[in-house]
Structures are given as C-alpha cells and as structure tokens.
C-alpha cells in the first residue's frame, strides 16, 4: 500500500497493516475526518480502544532483546496469525496417524506424609487411587481446559505411579494414545498436572508443604515430526 501516504512514524502499525491487507481484499480510499459522522466516531472509538490495549499488553524488552532484529509477528507459532491474533490451526487436510505423548512429574512429600500415602492411611481415603481417575478424566477433558486444543478421541490413558521411599516422592507418568490429525502431548501433560494436584488435595490436611515439580513431556510419536525422545 503506497497512495502517497508518508511512513514516517509508527512503523510496526503499518507492516501489521499490510500483513492483514493482503490477506483480503483491500480497497484503499481516502476520506476527509469528519466528527459528525457516525461511521468515523465508531472506527475512532474502536481504534483507540486496540491501541490502549496494545499499550497495556505489548511486552517491554528485556536490553538484551532491544539491539536485536523483530522476527515478524506470528513466525513458528501454530495458534497466532500474522497479526498476533490467537488462533485454533486448521487440520482438516491432515492425515490420521499413530499419536502416543508421554510426560512426568514429581509430588514430594515429608517423610510421615509419604508413609500415610504408601499405607492408605490418608484421612480421605486412597491417595493413588483417586488421583489417577482425575488424572484419566481430566485427559478427556483437555480441550474444555486448554482453550485452542482440538477435541481428540483417546484410545488409552494410562496413569502410573512410581514411589521413591527413600526421597519421600511419587512419580507420576502419564500415557496417552489416539489415531488422529493431532497429538496428544496436551491431554497428556493435563492428566500428569491434575494427578499432582489431587494428590496434593488428598494430602494437604497433613502437609501443605508439598511441592509439584518437573512437569514434562518426556517422549510423542506419531505426525508429522515422528518420535521424539526427550529424555
């Protein structure tokens, strides 16, 4: 977009401008502000509004940050277009594959606290046992909880347990399958942290001075980019 119009200033506005431009149709004209039109109030009001929020929510950069080039807005990020706008990716024309993620995480404990657990002596019952029937329930609930994921039909949920006596710390590993056009390293993860969580609910009368640490996802098969071992 040309027509005469001087970039002097505000540099960054004008290439997210062109960017949202040439995706459409654009018919650029030129028309003298006039206040008492309704249509240029409405476009001042919400154009002003855009820029207060862009001023709120543009982060500051670091020194680091500020001698180095601006990657265009959006570059490598599946769930932002071009202007920086959230989105949910298209996977309509994606085949479906094998998806299988696989993460981790650790619930330490004091030492009296992980006895009560290993012997289901906790006050509401069977620690173990509950946590991983939230944690299977909330992989099927990860698109209700995670805004931009796609519903997926889970084939498998498996969630494990690992007791280390000696650390006072539960494992917790995490598996989940499905045949589709996307991964499930989400579901996976959500199951893992809301395991972690409800073992902390079902021992937190006894310590609330238990940590949730190194929620992970260790290893996802399956699209486009194949297996990857993180671990």
């Known amino acids: ?36 039109n309704p249509f240029h109030q409405e476009a001042h009001i919400l154009a002003t509004n855009l820029a207060s929020q ?19 807005i959006g570059e ?22 094998r998806r299988e993620a696989v993460a981790k995480c650790l619930v330490k404990m004091k030492a009296a606290t992980f006895d009560l657990l290993k012997e289901g002596n906790m006050p509401k019952g069977d620690v173990l046992a509950v946590a991983q029937l939230a944690g299977i329930m909330a992989a099927k609930q990860t698109p209700h909880i995670i ?10 949920i498996k969630v494990e347990f690992g007791l280390d006596e000696e650390a006072s710390v539960v494992e917790i590993t995490t598996t989940v399958k499905s045949i589709g ?16 969580l409800t073992i902390y609910d079902m021992c937190k009368a006894v310590d609330r001075g238990i940590q949730i640490d190194s929620i992970r996802l260790i290893r996802k ?11």
Do not use: F, Y
């Open 54 to 72: 862009g001023e709120r929510l543009r982060p500051v950069p670091s020194e680091k940050q500020k001698g180095q080039p601006k990657a265009p």
């Open 147 to 156: 805004p931009l994921c796609h519903p997926v039909l889970i084939g498998d």
């Open 1 to 36: 977009m040309a027509k005469g119009w001087h970039r002097r200033v505000n540099r960054d506005l004008w290439e997210r401008l062109d960017a949202a431009a040439s995706q459409r149709k654009v018919r650029w004209q030129w028309i003298e502000r006039d206040t008492k």
């Open 76 to 97: 490598g990020l599946t769930h932002v277009d071009a202007l920086g706008r959230p989105r949910m990716v298209d996977v309509t024309e994606k085949p479906d594959t």
């Open 221 to 231: 098969s399956g699209g486009k980019s194949g297996i990857v071992n993180l671990e």
């Open 181 to 196: 056009k996307t991964g499930v390293e989400m579901e996976s993860l959500t199951a893992t942290a809301v395991t972690a």
